[in-house]
């Protein structure tokens, strides 16, 4: 069995640039992954703000409901 040189040499490079490839491919997934959880994060983080935002205004609006009808239902027992 004779073993061809240049055979070998191609099968070699042509493996070696497969997982060249796939080892490029797959850091550049993980720096996009990484970018994505950062900015989620970062999203998270202000919709939380804005919630709490929106939660203390609306307790603000139910306390002057509550005093407007208060003083409404005082005046009708007058």
Same mark, same amino acid.
């Given at each position: 069995?004779?073993?061809?040189?240049?055979?070998?040499?191609? @099968?070699? +490079? %042509?493996?070696?640039?497969?997982?060249?490839? @796939?080892?490029?491919?797959? %850091?550049?997934? #993980?720096?996009?992954? %990484?970018?994505?959880? %950062?900015?989620? #994060?970062?999203?998270?983080?202000? @919709?939380?703000?804005?919630?709490?935002? +929106? &939660?203390?205004? +609306?307790?603000?609006?139910?306390? @002057?409901?509550?005093?407007?009808?208060?003083?409404? &239902?005082?005046?009708?027992?007058?």
């Amino acid at each position: 069995m004779e073993v061809n040189g240049e055979f070998i040499i191609t @099968l070699v +490079v %042509t493996v070696g640039a497969i997982a060249g490839l @796939l080892w490029r491919l797959e %850091t550049r997934i #993980s720096g996009v992954e %990484t970018r994505l959880e %950062t900015r989620i #994060s970062g999203v998270e983080m202000r @919709l939380g703000e804005r919630i709490s935002e +929106v &939660s203390d205004r +609306v307790s603000r609006i139910e306390g @002057l409901l509550e005093g407007y009808f208060m003083q409404a &239902s005082k005046k009708d027992t007058e």
